[in-house]
């Protein structure tokens, strides 16, 4: 029961930096704007987490210059899709490798250190219950938060007029336009947020999963959130589902050995990514696709003179 409690918790921690930026992504891609930007942005707001916690002490102003840190390169790619009308692809791509370079280069102060245990939750009752406490109610505020998260934007999108006007724009921004919303004013507002998003991602990274700061450290997952989007078909909580399944590929990579699986760690260390390609593979057949309902003006530019 250890071992499985062990593996659960570490499924939980090693998906919650996914399920956050894949969040975000999820809304910003609703409101159909392609962003492949969230490797940077994630790695951005590790750092930004990391330094300020180092720094100040406080987890609270680390994962809040997090969030900023993600919302400002966000904010970057959105002047410059939205208002300077450049590609969203070629953009995303470039903003990623200014997050990775960027996020070198001031962090080589801060190689080496390392952080406090982050603190987690204690309910009272319910995280000294036998088993089920240790399963559900020993985690970080941040777990928590990446659930209520999920909740928010499936009720937003769901149930707020706000989301329907974003739902509306990603499938017809034209048609939203004609009957007076700000199409550029609510995609730089999703891009933010899921920009924000992305950042908390990255905090849990440096902050959580390995309280120290490492370059490179976000090790694809920007990539993997993208994908994730993609598999849940733009729901929130199939993202999430999603992202608890490739959280079980990385813990499996960990615990194999353990299990006597006698496979090359190298090979382990490429499953969560294999897992990747494999999703989209899958996903790329027409009988699926047919079954996705996308965004129909994903990545199309808008031009209000049209």
């Given at each position: 029961m250890e071992l499985f409690t062990s593996i659960f918790v570490g499924i939980i921690i090693a998906a919650t930096?996914?399920?956050f930026a894949?969040?975000?992504e999820v809304v910003v891609e609703r409101s159909g704007v392609l962003n492949l930007g969230v490797e940077g942005m994630i790695i951005i707001g590790a750092l930004a987490g990391f330094a300020f916690t180092v720094e100040t002490g406080s987890f609270s102003l680390g994962v809040i210059a997090s969030m900023v840190a993600g919302a400002a390169m966000a904010f970057l790619f959105a002047v410059l899709t939205q208002s300077l009308m450049t590609n969203q692809v070629?953009?995303?791509?470039a903003l990623t490798m200014f997050g990775l370079g960027l996020s070198a280069l001031l962090g080589q102060g801060y190689s080496g250190k390392s952080v406090p245990t982050f603190p987690k939750v204690d309910i009272p009752y319910l995280s000294d219950l036998p088993f089920i406490g240790d399963l559900f109610f020993k985690f970080d505020i941040l777990v928590y938060l990446s659930i209520a998260l999920v909740i928010g934007v499936l009720w937003f999108f769901e149930k707020?007029?706000?989301?329907?006007?974003?739902?509306?724009i990603g499938d017809n921004h034209h048609a939203a336009h004609s009957i007076g919303y700000s199409v550029k004013?609510?995609?730089y507002l999703t891009i933010m947020f899921g920009g924000a998003c992305a950042g908390i991602g990255g905090a849990?990274?440096?902050?959580?999963?390995?309280?120290?700061?490492v370059e490179n450290m976000s090790s694809g997952r920007g990539w993997i959130a993208l994908a994730l989007v993609v598999f849940g078909a733009w729901q929130p909580v199939r993202?999430?589902?999603?992202?608890?399944?490739?959280?079980?590929?990385?813990?499996?990579?960990?615990?194999?050995?353990?299990f006597g699986i006698t496979i090359d760690p190298q090979l382990l260390s490429m499953l969560p990514y294999l897992a990747t390609i494999v999703v989209l593979v899958?996903?790329?057949?027409?009988?699926?696709?047919?079954?996705?309902?996308?965004?129909?003006?994903?990545?199309?530019p808008f031009y209000a003179s049209q």
């Open positions: 930096p996914l399920v894949a969040i975000g070629a953009t995303g791509l707020t007029r706000t989301g329907l006007t974003v739902r509306a004013k609510y995609r849990y990274l440096s902050l959580v999963l390995t309280p120290l700061w993202a999430m589902l999603g992202a608890y399944l490739f959280g079980g590929i990385t813990i499996l990579q960990l615990h194999s050995q353990g899958l996903i790329s057949r027409e009988t699926v696709k047919s079954k996705m309902r996308s965004p129909a003006c994903l990545g199309t």
